[in-house]
């Protein structure tokens, strides 16, 4: 039936006259919000719940993370958790600490991040003090001419 659909598309004579709907792709949208108490864990509940497009909602009040799974926008999600709850909320900005090459770099460690999260590194300027506070690039210019405190041995 899948080719029928596409070949149909291909030859359609309309020229645009019929309105398609985009469909939305099934996304797991992670929010960061602070849950203090049950009862803030209810809210955030069931802030999403009632939602057009969501299938499953899970709130993990240890890390402070609500994750949604469903047709939805996410930038829409977030603003509609903020709205009801009242409360800041933001995309989940951490990745798993193996996924970083330096997870101990000044842009990218947090102390405020759950165990085994760091900082997401996705800005450039970051990346680049990430390499330069590196101890590879210590070694390499620790016997460099131009380093005053360079090994006198040599």
């Known amino acids: 039936m899948g080719a029928l659909d596409h ?3 291909i030859f359609d004579c309309s020229s645009g006259h019929s309105k398609l709907k985009k469909r939305k792709q099934l996304q797991t949208v992670e929010i960061k919000i602070k849950i203090d108490c049950e009862g803030c ?6 802030s999403v ?3 057009k497009g969501v299938t499953s909602v899970e709130v993990s009040p240890k890390q402070n993370k609500l994750t949604v799974v469903g047709y939805v926008d996410p930038e829409k999600v977030v603003a509609r958790v903020a709205h009801r709850t009242g409360k800041k909320a933001e995309l989940w ?3 798993p600490y193996d996924v970083v090459a330096h997870p101990y770099a000044p842009g990218v460690y947090d102390k405020k991040a759950p165990a085994g999260y760091v900082r997401n590194a996705e800005d ?4 680049q003090l990430a390499r330069a506070s590196s101890t590879e690039v210590r070694y390499t210019t620790a016997f460099s001419d131009e380093n005053p405190t360079a090994c006198v041995v040599m």
């Open 7 to 9: 070949l149909s598309h």
């Open 41 to 46: 864990e209810r809210k955030v509940r069931r």
């Open 49 to 51: 719940e009632g939602m």
């Open 93 to 95: 900005p951490y990745v």
């Open 124 to 127: 450039a300027q970051v990346s």
